[in-house]
């Protein structure tokens, strides 16, 4: 199977978030950390001999998109399973949905962490589900025969708009829809296509009534946004949800009260001959006990070079799954 890495594509929205790809938010100039799976060339898929063809019955193989977090989870899970005796390989870094789903369906893989909405999105562009339960539901309606997905969790790495603590508390914000009364007063930080995204610009005025100052053109939670918003060049920024820069800098994420965005809680996806007893109970379990806070946490901790393994070893045994 040709697998070539897409550029500038990332896994996780509808349409390309280039930023993602280096790793989250203003986690950006850290790039390096996406290659840590596999080096910085070649293909991804070509980690072992036998790449390409189908993985070993006894053997559960799993792949990640090719940013940090996407890694990161891949590898909890593989932890994960260690700990129960079922034996893994990784194939981290593969690319976008666009190859790894592929990839997923000839059985080159078996397992990966997904995200509900966007997953969805990709089998369903013209879903109307937005709740978490809703785009869960639809989900499993969705996914083409021979694929599962296992339970979700509540973590989810989604758009979410933020502001400084000083702006909230000055204009009484928790929600998207207290900012009707000062949006006309405020600039808007997001990336360009947010312009005239239905989850983006067009979104906020038809389902909120927002009609902002003016819209800046930013990186996609990046460090351009995240010093606009501190920097007070823009009062609202588009970030992710489990980007660490949110608690670091003590932002305030203000709730999708209308749910304009889908929800993007965070799931394992795989094979369905190879979802046994013992892996299905294993990766409900860490879905349970994972958070959006959590991870956050952990992406921080791998922003400082930690050791990924470590990290997951680390989070899973201090959650009693290892």
Known sequence: MKTNLIAGTSVRSRNTRAGKLLGLGALAATGALVLTACGGGGDPMSTTADAGASSSPDTITVGSANFSESELLATIYAE?????GVKVKTRLNIGSRETYIPALQDG???LLPEYTGALLQYFDPKTKASTPDEVTAALKKALPAGISSLKASSAED???LAVTQKTATANSLSTISDLAPVAGSMALGAPPEWKTRVNGVVGLK?????DF?????????GPLTLAAITGNQVQVGDMTSTDPAIAKNKLVVLKDDKNLFLAENILPVGNTKKLTPTVSSTLDAVSAALTTEELMVLNGKVAKLDDMSDVAKQWLKSEGLA
């Open 80 to 84: 994960a399973l260690k700990a129960k």
């Open 108 to 110: 080159s893989i078996d």
């Open 158 to 160: 989604k758009d979410v």
């Open 206 to 210: 038809d389902v909120y009534g927002l």
């Open 213 to 221: 100052k003016k819209f800046v053109s930013l990186d996609a939670g």
